[in-house]
Every structure is written in C-alpha cells, then in structure tokens.
C-alpha cells in the first residue's frame, strides 16, 4: 500500500515536472518585457470643458498574479465588466486629485481589462479612465494635482500632460488651454500641471 | 552685386529650383510597388488573401508591438512560413523603401533578436517571428501601407507617389549590443551616441533646461498609443545654437533617415524649417552605458528613446518610437 502511495507521488511529481519544463519553455527570454514593476502611466488631457485621466496600467510578469488578484476578486479566472469597474473604483481610491488646492471628485468614464492569459503574460494592459468636472474655469492660471497612491510597492509611474491643441474638440468659442508646466515626483507617483483658460471670443463679449 | 555674379547666382537658383523639383517628382512609390507586385506574384491566392489588408483596416493599422509576436499577434504573412524566394522579394520591398542605413537597421534589429532564440531554443524569437502585410494593393500612385515587424521592430511605411512617411513606427534594440558575421553590431549604436554627445554639448543653463527631473520608465506614446500626444519638455530649439540644432537634426535622422533617401531629405527640411519649435528632453545620466531616456519633439515630430529596466543590463534594451502628430499613416494624403 505504502509503495503504490509512493509510486503516485512519484509519477504526480513527474507529470508537475514535465508541466513545469512545458510551461517554462513556452515563457518568454526573461528580458524580454517587463517583470517585477507595474507600470501606471497617465496621460491627463485638460480641454476648456473636460479634464480627463487617461491611465494605462501594465503588470509585469512577476507581479502579474498581485495585481490579478485585486481585479479578479472571485478568483474564476475571468474578469467580469463588474470585476473592472470594481478595479476601477479601487483605483479611484488611491487618487488624489485636487484642482486649485481644491479636492475634486473622479468620475469613472471607462474600464477596460484585457484577459487573464494576457496579463499573466505581460502584455495585457488595464485601461481606465476617469472625468473630473472641472466646473467654471476663470480665465486666469490653474493647478491640477494629482498624487497616484496605488499599488506603490511595485509601481513605477508615468505623468503626462496631453497636448491641448492635439486634443482639443471643443468649439473655438469654447476657448482654449494652455499648459504652462508640468512638475513631477522623481518617480512621477505624484506631479502638478499648470494651466491657463483663455476664454471663447463670445465668453469674453458676455 | 555685378551682372557676372547676379547671372551666377541666378542659375544657380534654376539648378536649385529644377533638383528640387526634379526630387519632389521623383517616384517613391512605384519602385517598391513593383517589388510589392512581383512578392505578389510568388504567393498562392490564400497567402495573397492574407498579406493584403484594406487601406483603412484601422485593427491591422495597430497590429504593431514591442512584443514578442506570440504575446500581440501580428497580422499578415510570417517570415518563416515562407518559401526563401518569397522571404527574398520580402527584403527586395524593404531594401527599396528604405535607404541603405534604414535596411541596414531593419536587419540588425531582426537578427538581434535571432540571438534570443538560441538560449531558450523556443518558438518566441529570432528571424522567422516577423511578419509582412500590406493595407491597400501596392501602387505607384494610390496610397497604401507596407507593415513589416515582430519583436522590438513595427515599421509602418505609407507611400503614395512621390510622397512616404514612416510614421508611426517603432524600433528597439535587444540586445543592443552583438556579434553577427564576425562584426560587432549595435542597431541603435548611432542614436545612443549623438544623443550623449548633443546632451554633453550643452553648457549648463541649457541642460538645467533640457533635463526631466523624473524617472522615465518607459516611452509615453510607444506602440498602442495612437492618436495621442503629450505637451513637450525640455529645451526648445531655439535656446540652441546652430551648431546643436544641426546636432539635433542629425540625432532625429537616424530615425527619419530609416526611409529612402528622397523621402528621408524632405522630412528633414520639413524638420529644418521648425527646428526654433523642436524641443530636446533628457532623463538619466550624461555618461555611457548611462540610462538615459531622451525626446526630440516639434511640429512635425515625436522621437522618444527609452532603455528599458526589464531584467538583464537596461542599456542593453531599447525601445524607441517615431511618430508625427501631422501624418501617421500618411493621414495628410486624404484617404484613409
């Protein structure tokens, strides 16, 4: 009984073994993308009417598994839409979004995850998107804030400025933005984009 | 000025005037189109129904990575799956739409990543994982589009006429450093290069200027990122001398300088006349083998460099992207 316990076990840990040295060559080269970081990268477009928080996020293989288990909470190996929106509103936690030192409250536009096999391997990116209504903008120089707190053990960051004039759809009587400058953390978790609202021409006859 | 020198220069404004025109002329996409057709004629009618993509196949326009080719699939025909004519009439397209240097690149990326294969022995790398599709039928006159890419390479080459462009398109280096045919090669050794020697040729105001006092852990509008663009940064064109706005121009033409030469002058004119409105950003050391990511930014341009922390020697992995917000994939040349 003891020996045809023992066989099993044997012949189990060669069948993992084989599966292991399957599942290791069909990995890629070790530096072949990312690994052991997370990468959040937002892109914050700033029109007279909207402000909007473009994020990318993109888990390294070794960190693949963390990060999965935040979104994928039932643990079935497929994320729902509700499991992405429910990623979405988590992040939205860990932001800190202030404009003229005033906090603002983020609105989730988007969320969008790709599968579970392709964040395992690396490429999958998680894309989010919030709004901030940035109420009446006066014609005079802002600040927006914004302090990424997420996941900051095995994050790395990216804070942009989108261009104005490349994303602006508004209609010229709408007026116009113009990003001043762009300060940032040395890890860019946290940054401050200036900006001045220049007003419509029909806004300046009112 | 006498009548002799005034004559001089007249001609010499004619010759000036009859090159430029001559060059604006000169046919840029009906020599790659006839290696496109003759590519076409050595394939079956199913290889031909899956290398040629509509022109506005807007999926197939993004089907470009940084990524290995089993991770984002790849559209169009595999190098591997191909007979060694057909993969020859594959570089026949390339040596005519690229220059030499531009080819020369190409292939280095390529057989870097041959490189990769060895160790693991897997199916993920190496010259066969690339692959080449067309949007739009090869014409000398129509706007179409040649992709050809895989791991660490996407080039998207728009032609119609006499016109092309390059943008978007991506190259990347890994490793960045190897030996192939008893040579040491370095695909992006040129850009690494003058982009330290025009860093290091700014005094200090001017690199107080150009330098991003963040980390840059990758490139902000690398493949995927379509359709975007970010404020620029750093030092403006015209805060450099002559001297380093040809530093600049030169350091852009390794990647405007991937097209045959025709194209490659006209951009870089185009580059020329916005140079005061280019801007040059820096991140990271100022020493080689530093990592140190780089921007060059203007009207008409987006260039980023950025080594990539991704296990193993960072500066032995680079990613770069070529993009102008004015043009990608030939927007400018109506139909899309």
């Known amino acids: ?206 | 000025m006498n009548c002799i020198s005034l004559k001089r220069s007249l001609a010499a404004a004619c010759v000036f005037s009859l090159l430029s025109l001559a060059q604006a002329q000169e046919p840029v996409a009906a020599p790659v189109a006839e290696a496109a057709t003759k590519f076409l004629g050595l394939l079956d009618d199913t290889q031909r129904g899956q290398v040629v993509y509509d022109f506005k196949d807007e999926a197939q326009r993004q089907r470009w990575s940084n990524l290995p080719t089993t991770f984002v699939k790849r559209g169009g025909l595999r190098m591997g799956d191909l007979t060694a004519p057909q993969r020859e009439a594959v570089h026949a397209i390339l040596a005519a739409a690229l220059s030499p240097q531009g080819y020369e690149k190409v292939r280095e990326i390529v057989e870097g990543d041959e490189t990769l294969k060895k160790p693991s022995g897997g199916p993920l790398f190496g010259h066969d994982e690339y692959y080449i599709s067309f949007l739009g039928k090869p014409s000398g006159t129509e706007p179409w589009i040649i992709q050809f890419g895989g791991h660490h390479l996407g080039i998207n080459i728009t032609l119609v006429g006499g016109q092309g462009t390059l943008a978007p398109s991506h190259t990347g280096a890994q490793p960045a450093l190897y030996e192939w045919e008893g040579k040491t090669v370095r695909p992006l050794g040129h850009e690494t290069d003058k982009s330290f020697a025009l860093m290091n040729s700014l005094d200090d105001a001017q690199r107080q200027k150009a330098t991003i006092g963040s980390q840059m852990h990758d490139l902000v509008l690398g493949p995927g990122r379509d359709g975007k663009m970010i404020q620029p940064e750093g030092i403006k064109g015209s805060d450099l001398t002559e001297k380093q706005q040809d530093a600049l121009l030169d350091l852009a033409g390794e990647w405007t300088g991937i097209m045959r030469d025709s194209v490659a002058k006209t951009k870089l004119e185009e580059m020329r006349k916005n140079v005061a409105e280019t801007w040059f950003a820096w991140s990271g050391p100022m020493e080689k083998p530093g990592l140190a990511y780089f921007r060059i930014q203007g009207p008409t341009v987006l260039i980023e460099y950025a080594p990539q922390k991704l296990g193993g020697d960072p500066a032995n992995h680079i990613h770069t992207i070529y993009r102008d917000p004015t043009n990608e994939y030939g927007a400018q040349w109506g139909k899309k």
């Not at chain 1, 963390?66 to 992040?91: K, M, P, W």
């Not at chain 1, 932001?95 to 391997?121: F, G, H, I, T, Y």
């Open chain 1, 1 to 206: 009984m003891g020996e045809k316990v023992s066989e099993i076990v044997t012949a189990s840990l060669r069948k993992f073994a084989v599966w292991c040295l399957a599942w290791a060559a069909l990995l890629p080269h070790a530096s072949a993308h990312r690994i052991d970081e997370y990468l959040q990268a937002t892109l914050v477009i700033i029109e007279p009417g909207s402000i909007r928080l473009e994020i990318n996020l993109t888990p390294g293989t070794d960190v693949a598994a963390a990060v999965l288990a935040q979104i994928d909470r039932n643990g079935d190996g497929v994320i729902s839409a509700e499991e992405t929106n429910a990623y979405g509103e988590a992040l939205k936690r860990d932001l800190a979004v202030a404009l003229d030192d005033r906090p603002v409250d983020l609105k989730l536009a988007s969320a969008q995850c790709p599968s579970v096999d392709e964040l395992r391997s690396g490429s999958g990116i998680v894309q989010i998107v919030f709004t901030v209504p940035p109420g009446v903008l006066t014609a005079q120089p802002h600040r927006l804030e914004i302090h990424n707190r997420h996941l900051p053990a095995m994050s790395v960051y990216l804070l942009n400025a989108g261009q104005p004039q490349f994303f602006n759809t508004a209609p010229p009587e709408a007026g116009s933005i113009e990003i001043t400058a762009q300060k940032r953390s040395v890890n860019q978790d946290t940054g401050t984009i200036e900006f001045i609202f220049r007003p419509g021409a029909n806004a300046s006859a009112k």
